[in-house]
């Protein structure tokens, strides 16, 4: 799944569970949930040389950008409209820990090392994921982050 999506989860727990002992763990238990959704991803039925050359890498940085303003916009109108210190917390929190997964196996795809402590994530991330054919793959994320959005703006009110 594509970071924005698995950020706008993050950020949906973050602001309706208000236990952060709660919320935290389920955004990062939300990315493998996410991941068992038949979806399309740049490195969908690739190879390593696919996934550091050409218009992959770009594209990542751009999905990677867009989940980044949608968690430090959250972040930010938790606390400079709603004046809720906890609340922003959580949201930058939870939406991290929501794309944890994938940030950690940034080593594995771009650096060829194996880290040996993150041997088993890279082995439990390979065998959750549901790769779908475009655009089918594209579809099911836009229903993960209408879904997430109008959660969170239903939480908002």
Known sequence: MLLTPHTLVGVALGMAISN?????PASFASHFIGDLVPHWDFYSK?????????????????DLGIGIA??????LYALWVLHDQNMALRIFACG???VLPDVLEAPHIYMHEDW????????????????APLPWGLLTQAVVMVVSFLTIVRLVK
């Open 20 to 24: 952060p002992i709660l919320a935290i």
């Open 46 to 62: 690739t190879t390593k040389e696919q996934r550091i050359r050409g218009w992959r890498p770009l594209a990542l940085m751009f």
């Open 70 to 75: 949608v968690g430090v916009t959250a972040t």
């Open 96 to 98: 991290v820990a929501a």
């Open 116 to 131: 040996e402590f993150l041997k088993p994530l890279y082995r439990l991330q390979s065998r959750l994921q549901f790769q």
